[in-house]
């Protein structure tokens, strides 16, 4: 109690606001025996609640007056409708996380009845979030038509589901449809989308699709203030209205011809991962894809100033780390950020660095370079390393990263005790090296990790140094 008196109001609004199971006797007790609690506490603005049982879930949220943001964890029925009836006058961001696992019953229209008390009772919700958890897909049945009868919501502008398998009708063009002023629409591992979908948002500013894998479907996308898509496993798209985004994300093998016909006049941000571990796509066709992606580099060079690229191909190394040679075969006037992820261990022979070595590769104005070498570091990444400070002026900042099975122990080779590294820091002096050793884990996808410079996903969208 004397720690809690010392604190200021809003320190102990955002204590107060995070509520798990363990904390609720604790939570309900403080209430009974200290006034400024037990005031407090029905103030909070925010509340998260975590591994609570849901029967309280209701009488908590109908006494809180002031909520404008809630963040639920559900495992079974709530009253989820009890709670939104009460706060729909100053809830302005909700997010359900629905626990689903195999063999449990669901509720097969629980997103069709969250989306219609939306639209009914919460007219000033900004934010939605539908975040099914679990190890399978929470299969989903949503009458867009039915829906779209109660009219459109024109205060939403941010909606994200994720782990939602829909039956019928077309999710896209309903959504858009049902939430006309919609800047943000993240839909993460879906399936349902019909083989060509449509997405026309006037207002779409953010996009971001992740199919489940090989259920890719193509999206036509018409929206003229698009400024950052992110699509992953999605079998092909075209931009069909506006200019095309300033930022963009792939990751997984589309169909082929997927870059050649595009253009985009805005493109500044590139992060492109094609990777084909299980030879499931064959040589011809992933080497067709570098070439594409070399000229789909060539006809945006002039305006890129970051890109990440991620390619790999373990069972055809000879034939792709040729290919991917050529990608770096390109002068980029305004290249600021450059990543490259996985490959450079693997795929870099020393034929074919050799090759690189020779390359008219140009960025004046690159000032940093980011490697994922993988386990360990060869004299080759090495010898890379001193072939982008030779041919970019500009480049003052490495950022080498690598994966060690003990985050105690360090790689021989990246120590000031490297002959090489210290060859590098006494021939370019101005350059800043990083080191960063992190346990091994397996392949995480840029897209939701977002883990590369200046490509962040979020408000805090900019080059991080």
Known sequence: MDL??????????????????SDLKAFIHLGTVCKRFHRLMWQVPALLVRDVKEDFIPGLILRMERLVKLDITLRTHCGIETCLQHSYQSLTCLCIRKFHKIGDKVNHSFVEQVLSLTMTVCQNLRKLSLLFCGLSFAPQEVDWGKLGELGPVLALRELEMSHVCFSRGSLLEGLLHIFPRLELLDLRELRGL?????????????????????????????APALKELQLVDVGGFAIVGGEGPESLLIDGFLNPGWLDPVM???????????????????????????EELRRFLDAHRHN?????????ARFQMRAVSKAVTNVFSLEF??????????WVNDLMEELHLRNLLCCPFSAPKLQQLHLEVGQSMSI???SLIRFFLKSSPSLRTVV??????????????????????QELRASFP????????????????DCWCVEWPGLEWGDEMGESG
């Not at 008196?5 to 199971?21: F, N, Q, T, W």
């Not at 499931?280 to 992933?286: D, I």
């Not at 890129?304 to 790999?312: F, M, P, T, W």
């Not at 099975?405 to 090489?420: A, N």
């Open 430 to 445: 101005k350059a800043a090296f990083v080191f960063n050793s992190r346990l091994f884990k397996t392949y995480e996808r």
């Open 304 to 312: 890129l100033e970051v890109v990440s690229l991620n390619l790999d």
């Open 380 to 382: 080759l990444t090495i």
């Open 264 to 290: 985009f006049l805005r493109l500044t941000r590139l992060s492109v991962s094609i990777t084909d571990y299980f030879n499931q796509f064959g040589k011809t066709s992933f080497v067709n894809l570098l």
């Open 194 to 222: 019909e083989d060509m979908a449509y997405v026309d948002g006037r207002c779409l500013q953010r996009l971001a699709v992740q199919c489940h894998f090989n259920d890719g479907a193509t999206i036509n996308i018409n």
């Open 400 to 421: 080498i990263n690598w994966e060690s099975d003990d985050h105690l122990k360090s790689d021989p080779l990246v120590t000031s005790e490297s002959q090489g590294l």
């Open 4 to 21: 809690f008196s010392c604190l200021p109001d809003g320190v102990l609004l955002m204590i107060i606001g995070c509520i798990a199971e």
């Open 333 to 342: 006037p305004n290249l600021k950020i450059l990543r490259l992820r996985r």
